[in-house]
């Protein structure tokens, strides 16, 4: 099981964080910091597994992360899921939010977060992974956003009138 | 009515607050808006609602509080437009779980999309349900859930299955209506469907043997879908790097695992298809890589032929030597799954793992230690050892403990003679000594003790090693008692197996002082060096003078366990010389599992009273009342208890005499009012001692100007860590009514690191005829207490 998905930036701002188990707030900002503070110290050529640190459950979990250009990618998961196969799966989620943005970087990910969720929560549901293929969460992203631009499109129309 | 034109667009306030220079420009803005936000929830505006939750989303993720924004998921949640739901639901997951009183509520609107939404609000709603639905939601949703995996949206199913996993999970007892479906879900071509439905068969079985039993019918078909992934070519839709859905194959594979396990029928079915996944996957690339481990993991799990096991350890093997680290850390995560069922595959690979001790990636080398640690056995355990010797001198911090204890209980098993035990020992104590279990001086005396031969050879290797280091405790401990017990072989004789050594009595004696004096050592430590020094007083052929005059001035020493032992030593030499000898005789061999010994290391480090032998009082109440004063938390404190006396303030009063402490002199600190209660009243006075600059003194006055009796009073205290209480008995536990004797109450507080002193008091006692209960902390404490 996928405990948490995180992303933050060099200097250890967050840009995405998402639970699937229930911490409080503060729990929740003081995992982020923590694990900033493993991953930032790794150098560049060692393996991309740590041991995951005092908050987010001890011994039995894992951070796996990937190192983007100026983000880390963190996925903090149990002794169930393959290691390899979540590095895989890192690498799916940059790919489609590349597709759903266009050559993504940070700053896209600052001004819609909103829509990383989203596209997150076609990927990774429960903290299981739900779906890899990259064209069906592309094209269901497209139709989701479709159906918000029709509504607002409805709701413009009577003030028009005026 | 349009949104107020002071509060801006979710891109506007990002643009914002990425502008602002400093925290505290970032965290203006934010309390602004977050203003503006509060004030559009309470004025009801439905059409912009959505935007400003999104805004509100966006300040939670950088750490500020949002819960004023938990209605407002449910109403956009319980809104007719997507746009409202689609925010909501995610305000939902992320403010809303659980632990939240609104959670509940999201219930009924869950339960209305579910039924009548389109496809992509079922979506949310299930997405929802799976990442924080509680026991309660999912009993109630059950059958909703249920209903839409026979929907005949592929796209909702494999939302509904994976739902389906969650409710298992938080009630258990739902595996019976997510059972039957699972057979014709295995006939789904989607992918996703697959996933989920393994996840599904996966969770069911590991939760019961009756599941379990069930599912295994199922084999040839999974060994069908996986053989057709894995020989179909390359299909552009779920391939990853060439390799076909890597994801549903390591599923399929995990799942195959928990069937064929312990099961011969299962796994002779599978037996063909793991072979040939072995062998055939392409390993240039991670998600091959990815496949094959779990090919291996699962052959070496199930009941498979021997030669596939063989192929299979072989594989992880080659893994250790592939340049890519994370080949190498899941290959050393493998081999320490298997190396307590295949032992002799994985002692093969032995020396791969000693190598990867010296990995600079920190990963790594746990790993290796881990394995290292368990591959050690009676006939490689020397070299072992010598590889994990080195790997402790150079290892990173974090790793020595485990290192150091991993060493010493390696020695226990394996030690192939007694005096490489010691070796071992001694050369682990100063390498990492202040790394090592509290209880590796008592394992050390203890083996000492026992070997007889070696007491000559232990005591001279421990003198070389305590002259040239004081400063690893448990190193300093051990030697000191070392040195206690059998000084006489130091001095006289030769031993064989070490060079000579010729030492003075004085030297000993100097030695022995630099313990006791150095401010290295723990109080622990003096107490070792003191009653060391004490068992010399027989066992050397000298005059006792020196020995005499150290214990003397240790008399009036600051530490109490100190004072009392030198206290006790004087005696000795005083008035009951005649049965010292016969006192200081060497200690008869201790019992192992000296429980007394190991349950005080256990319980306080800092004041740890390893003595040898002699059983010393257990304080059963202490620990229950720190477990009461957990309470006590905020700076947490190390809260003490009177001392286990006579309650009548008679011998307490006493007791108090007979202590060598100097009556508080008057001091100029003013008085403190601290606590007051329907004509209870608590007063504290302070004193600094002149000759010690370090310690203050507390009296606690409790008088009552009520009515009525306060009875049963007792006053607890807690200090930060960096101090040392001790409260002394009080005078009585009665407050008398109308003014009368007031209780006292002595607090003695030593204060090493000048720190600023806070104090939590907790109150109990009867008044009225009710029981009340106080804590506080007490403001306004004069400077002149601590400074």
Redesign the interface.
């Given at each position: 099981m996928i405990k948490a998905i995180l992303i933050f930036n060099n200097h250890g701002k967050p840009r995405l964080s998402k639970f699937y188990q229930p911490y409080s707030e503060d729990t929740q900002q003081q995992i982020i910091r923590e694990t900033f503070h493993l991953v930032s110290k790794r150098d560049e050529n060692v393996c991309n597994f740590l041991e995951g640190g005092l908050l987010i459950g001890g011994s039995d979990n894992k951070l796996i992360y990937r190192h983007y250009a100026t983000l880390y990618f963190v996925f903090c998961v149990d002794s169930s899921e393959s290691e390899l196969g979540i590095l895989d799966l890192i690498q799916v989620f940059v790919e489609t939010l590349d597709k759903c943005f266009e050559n993504v970087c940070e700053l896209d990910l600052i001004f819609h977060v909103d829509k990383v969720h989203n596209i997150l929560a076609e990927m990774v549901m429960g903290g299981m992974v739900l779906e890899t293929n990259m064209n069906e969460i592309v094209t269901q992203i497209e139709a989701q956003n479709k159906l918000e631009k029709s509504e607002t499109f409805i709701f413009q129309s009577p003030r028009q009138d005026r | 009515m349009v949104a107020s034109s002071s509060s801006l667009k979710?891109?506007d306030l990002?643009q914002e607050i990425?502008e602002a220079k400093t925290q505290a420009q970032e965290r203006e803005v934010i309390q602004k808006e977050c203003a503006h936000i509060r004030a559009s929830f309470r004025d009801g505006d439905p059409?912009h609602r959505h935007r400003q939750l999104?805004k509100l989303?966006?300040v939670?993720?950088?750490?500020y509080?949002?819960h004023f924004g938990q209605m407002e998921c449910l109403k956009l949640i319980a809104s007719p437009?997507?746009?409202d739901k689609?925010?909501g639901y995610?305000g939902a997951?992320l403010l809303l779980?659980?632990?939240q009183d609104a959670h509940l509520l999201i219930t009924n609107s869950i339960k209305t999309d579910l039924s009548q939404g389109i496809q992509?609000v079922q979506?949310l709603a299930?997405?929802t349900l799976?990442?924080?639905g509680s026991a309660e939601m999912c009993r109630d949703l059950a059958t909703e859930v249920e209903k839409l995996l026979l929907q005949p949206s592929a796209?909702v199913r494999?939302?509904a299955v994976?739902?389906a996993?969650?409710m298992i999970r938080k009630v258990p007892e739902l595996s019976d209506i997510f059972l039957p479906p699972c057979a014709q879900l295995l006939h789904e071509h989607h992918?996703?469907i697959l996933?989920?439905t393994i996840?599904l068969i996966t969770e069911l079985c590991e939760r019961s043997p009756a599941a379990l039993k069930h599912f295994r019918k199922m084999v040839p078909q999974l060994v069908h879908i996986l053989r057709t992934l894995v020989t179909t070519g390359y299909s552009k839709?779920?391939s990853?790097s060439g390799v076909s859905?890597?994801?549903l194959q390591?599923q399929i594979l995990?799942l195959l695992r928990i069937l064929g396990r312990n099961h011969e029928e299962s796994s002779e079915t599978m037996n063909d298809l793991l072979a040939q996944v072995a062998t055939n996957t392409d390993t240039s690339r991670?998600?091959g890589?990815?496949v094959l481990?779990?090919t291996v993991l699962t052959i070496m799990d199930i009941r498979s032929a021997a030669g596939l096991r063989v192929l299979a350890v072989n594989i992880l093997g080659r893994f250790l030597l592939n340049t890519d680290?994370?080949?190498?850390?899941?290959a050393l995560?493998s081999l320490l799954r298997l190396v307590q069922s295949d032992h002799s595959a994985v002692q093969r690979h032995r020396p791969t793992v000693v190598e990867c001790l010296r990995e600079?990636?920190?990963?790594?080398s746990?790993r290796a230690l881990e394995l290292s640690l368990a591959l050690v056995n009676s006939s490689n355990v020397q070299a072992m050892i010598q590889e994990l010797q080195g790997f402790l001198e150079s290892c990173p911090p974090d790793l020595q403990a485990d290192c150091a204890s991993g060493i010493l209980l390696a020695a226990e098993r394996f030690a192939p003679t007694k005096r490489w035990h010691i070796d071992t020992t001694l050369r682990v104590l100063t390498t990492a000594g202040t790394h090592v279990r509290d209880d590796a001086v008592a394992s050390l005396t203890q083996l000492i003790g026992g070997a007889q031969e070696l007491h000559a050879y232990s005591v001279r290797r421990l003198y070389s090693a305590l002259a040239e280091d004081l400063s690893q405790q448990p190193l300093v401990q051990a030697a000191t008692w070392c040195i206690g017990e059998y000084g006489d072989l130091l001095l006289e004789g030769s031993c064989e197996e070490t060079e000579p050594l010729q030492v003075e009595e004085e030297e000993v004696l100097a030695l022995l002082e630099r313990v006791l004096q150095s401010h290295m050592s723990l109080p622990a430590t003096r107490g070792y060096a003191l009653t060391a020094l004490v068992k010399l007083s027989t066992r050397l052929r000298g005059d006792n003078n020196r020995i005499r005059q150290v214990v003397s001035i240790y008399r009036s020493c600051l530490d109490v366990e100190l004072q009392q032992r030198a206290v006790e030593y004087n005696t000795l030499f005083q008035k009951y010389d005649h049965v010292r000898a016969a006192i200081l005789e060497k200690i008869p061999l201790v019992e192992r599992g000296g429980s007394q010994v190991d349950e005080e290391a256990k319980e306080s480090k800092e004041t740890a009273q390893l003595s040898e032998a002699a059983p010393v009082p257990t304080e059963p109440q202490a620990s229950k009342l720190l477990d009461l004063l957990d309470l006590l938390d905020g700076p947490s404190g190390d809260a003490q208890h009177p001392r286990p006396l006579d309650p009548t303030p008679g011998s307490a009063l006493i007791h108090l005499l007979n202590l060598p402490c100097a009556p508080p002199p008057p001091a100029p600190i003013p008085n403190l009012k601290v606590f007051e209660r329907e004509g209870l009243q608590l007063d504290l006075s302070f004193v600094r001692p002149p000759g010690t600059p370090t310690l203050l003194l507390i009296t606690v006055t409790a008088t009552n100007t009520s009515g009525g009796d306060v009875t049963h009073f007792i006053c607890q205290a807690a200090v930060p860590k960096s101090f040392q209480l001790q409260l002394q008995a009080p005078s009585g536990d009665t407050v008398p009514a109308q003014g009368g004797l007031p209780m006292t109450q002595l607090l003695r507080i030593l204060n090493p690191k000048k720190a600023p002193l806070r104090l939590k008091l907790r109150l109990t006692y009867n008044h009225f005829g009710q029981s009340v209960q106080e804590i506080f902390e007490v403001n306004n404490l004069p400077v002149e207490a601590w400074q």
């Open positions: - | 979710l891109q990002i990425r059409l999104a989303l966006y939670h993720l950088l750490g509080p949002a437009r997507f746009t689609r925010v995610l997951m779980d659980e632990r992509a979506g299930l997405c799976s990442a924080t796209y494999k939302k994976l739902t996993v969650h992918h996703g996933l989920g996840t839709e779920h990853i859905d890597p994801f390591v995990r991670n998600a890589n990815a481990f779990e680290r994370n080949i190498r850390y899941v995560t600079p990636d920190g990963s790594l746990r």
